[in-house]
């Protein structure tokens, strides 16, 4: 069974950065073939893709955290990390991370992200 974990959130002040960490288990060996996404929810706000990565390394990512956030994978570990450098208070949200494999995605929890000015 598949499962997907995030972790890496936190308090952060504006300017600042965190790594989140999306982790898969239960793909040993697909991983490697699956695309990786991330979303955010604000307060009150509708659920935005954040960015995505294939399985072949594609990325990309929204306009409006280009240029500040990136996104990897090392599928070794069956991991993909959100890099995210000069965070502002808007990216303040829960952030999601999803596998997808055959058009079936699988969630994760997703882990807190506050930033403060």
């Known amino acids: 069974q598949v499962s997907v974990a995030e972790s890496g959130g936190g308090l952060v002040q504006a300017g600042g950065s965190l790594r989140l960490s999306c982790t898969v288990s239960?793909?040993?060996?697909?991983?490697?073939?699956?695309?990786v996404g991330w979303y955010r929810q604000a307060p009150e706000k509708q659920r935005e893709l954040v960015g995505t990565?294939?399985?072949?390394?594609?990325?990309d990512l929204s306009d409006s955290v280009k240029g500040r956030f990136t996104i990897s994978r090392d599928n070794a570990r069956n991991t993909a990390y959100l890099q995210m450098d000069n965070l502002k208070p808007e990216d303040t949200a829960v952030y999601y991370c999803?596998?997808?494999?055959?058009?079936?995605?699988?969630w994760g929890q997703g882990t807190q992200v506050s930033v403060y000015s």
């Open positions: 990565i294939s399985g072949g390394g594609n990325r």
């Open positions: 239960g793909m040993t060996l697909t991983f490697a073939i699956s695309s």
């Open positions: 999803y596998v997808e494999r055959l058009g079936s995605r699988t």
